[in-house]
T-cell receptor, first 116, second 115 residues
């Protein structure tokens, strides 16, 4: 069974600074997807960034980038130029594609607070 | 289309009562998921529909829980004889047909409190 671990329950960063959120996972699959989702207070979860395991190049989306280390089963999220609107709970998630469901397996989350 | 919609947003119920939640997915999405999120935890998968067929149920889904998706459109999740341990946020998500687009779109959730 796949598991996702986020070892940082809470983090804080100053506005305009850079922060890195950690995620490790365990799987015997070779083909899978990894995601970072953002859940702002009282709002729905939205996708931040997605990485396909067979792609060696790290995904980037504007100020968000990942460091995907397949052999180490590590998938960290870097947020550059942090903004107050980045304050949210961040979840790392794993998905094995091609099966019947494409269900997501989530970590326990990291609460990020961006300080002015 | 305004995204995935869930109703109600909040529900307080007495232990032993039945509750029903509704999810309206994005209209062209044929995949629909229910997840449960308790305090301090990430969402946990409950069940999955492809069109109107319920193709997978987690062992978390006891026999007090039932979900339907008639006609492959909206879905309902019913909890019978609620218990305090059922208190959680219930999230619905939808995604398009299987393909390279793997993004799941989430609703705002229904927060259930059992007193």
């Amino acid at each position: 069974a796949q598991t996702v671990t986020q070892s940082q329950p809470e983090m804080s960063v100053q506005e305009a600074e850079t922060v890195t959120l950690s995620c490790t996972y365990d799987t015997s699959e070779s083909n899978y997807y990894l995601f970072w989702y953002k859940q702002p207070p009282s709002r729905q979860m939205i996708l931040v960034i997605r990485q396909e395991a067979y792609k060696q190049q790290n995904a980037t989306e504007n100020r968000f980038s990942v460091n995907f280390q397949k052999a180490a089963k590590s998938f960290s999220l870097k947020i550059s130029d942090s903004q107050l609107g980045d304050t949210a709970m961040y979840f790392c998630a794993f998905m094995k594609p091609g099966g019947a469901t494409n269900k997501l397996i989530f970590g326990t989350g990291t609460l990020l607070a961006v300080q002015p | 289309d305004t995204g995935v919609s869930q109703d109600p947003r909040h529900k307080i119920t007495k232990r032993g009562q039945n509750v029903t939640f509704r999810c309206d997915p994005i209209s062209e999405h044929n995949r629909l998921y229910w997840y449960r999120q308790t305090l301090g935890q990430g969402p946990e998968f409950l069940t999955y529909f492809q069109n109107e067929a319920q193709l997978e149920k987690s062992r978390l889904l006891s026999d007090r829980f039932s979900a339907e998706r008639p006609k492959g459109s909206f879905s309902t999740l019913e909890i019978q004889r609620t218990e305090q341990g059922d208190s959680a946020m219930y999230l619905c998500a939808s995604s398009p047909r299987q393909g390279r687009n793997t993004e799941a779109f989430f609703g705002q959730g229904t927060r259930l409190t059992v007193v």
